[in-house]
Each structure stands twice: as structure tokens, then as C-alpha cells.
């Protein structure tokens, strides 16, 4: 059975960081390309940003550009998500998401609160 477990959410203030973990078994971590997802309140399910099987590849949203990063260690079977100047808009469910070819998985997504 393969399992996504984020975790690493929590209360942070305007401005503030947060790195989130995702750990992957039941599967070869390599093998999957990694993405973070995220879901605000009363909002759709947005993509967040993307990594490559060996990490020297990442693509993100506007929204997020040049404020995360993501990374990820297979040695590990852990994918990163390292979330600077946080802000309000970045409230949200945040998932971690995993595809090989044809097969998809998620997490069960970490709470990321912004307030002050």
C-alpha cells in the first residue's frame, strides 16, 4: 500500500517559514515525480510547485515563485517544501501529490495557518 504522510504545518506569522515533509512508502521514491498541492478555504485544490525524479528539475506556481522552494531526498523517500515570507493568502491544506506513468497518489494534507 503506498502512503504519502505530510507533515511539518502549523501556526506561522505574516512573514514568517515553514518547512513541510512528505514521506513516501510503498513505492519507489524515485520513480515518482513529486508535486505539492494546496486548498484554501471555500477554494479549489492549486497546484503549488513540482520536482523531478532526481530533483534537478522544479517548476512552481506564480504565486509561490521565489518565496518556495522544493526539494527532496530519495535517499529519504522525503519530498520538501521550504515556504519563506509567509503570507496570509498562504493559508491552506497543503498536499503532497506523487505520479509514476499512469498512477497517481496523495497525502492527507498538513494544515499551514498565516496569522498574527
Known amino acids: 500500500q503506498v502512503q504519502l504522510v505530510e507533515s511539518g504545518g502549523g501556526l506561522v506569522q505574516p512573514g514568517g517559514s515553514l518547512t513541510l515533509s512528505c514521506v513516501v512508502s510503498?513505492?519507489?521514491?524515485?520513480?515518482?515525480?513529486m508535486s505539492w498541492y494546496r486548498q484554501a478555504p471555500g477554494k479549489e485544490r492549486e497546484f503549488v510547485g513540482i520536482?523531478?525524479?532526481?530533483?534537478?528539475?522544479?517548476k512552481y506556481a506564480d504565486a509561490v515563485k521565489d518565496r518556495f522552494t522544493i526539494s527532496r531526498d530519495n535517499s529519504k523517500d522525503t519530498v520538501y517544501l521550504q515556504m519563506n515570507n509567509l503570507q496570509s493568502d498562504d493559508t491552506a491544506v497543503y498536499y503532497c501529490?506523487?505520479?509514476?506513468?499512469?498512477?497517481?497518489?496523495w497525502g492527507q494534507g498538513t494544515q499551514v495557518t498565516v496569522s498574527s
Open positions: 501529490y506523487g505520479r509514476f506513468v499512469r498512477d497517481e497518489y
Open positions: 520536482i523531478s525524479q532526481a530533483g534537478g528539475s522544479t
Open positions: 510503498g513505492f519507489k521514491f524515485s520513480d515518482l515525480v
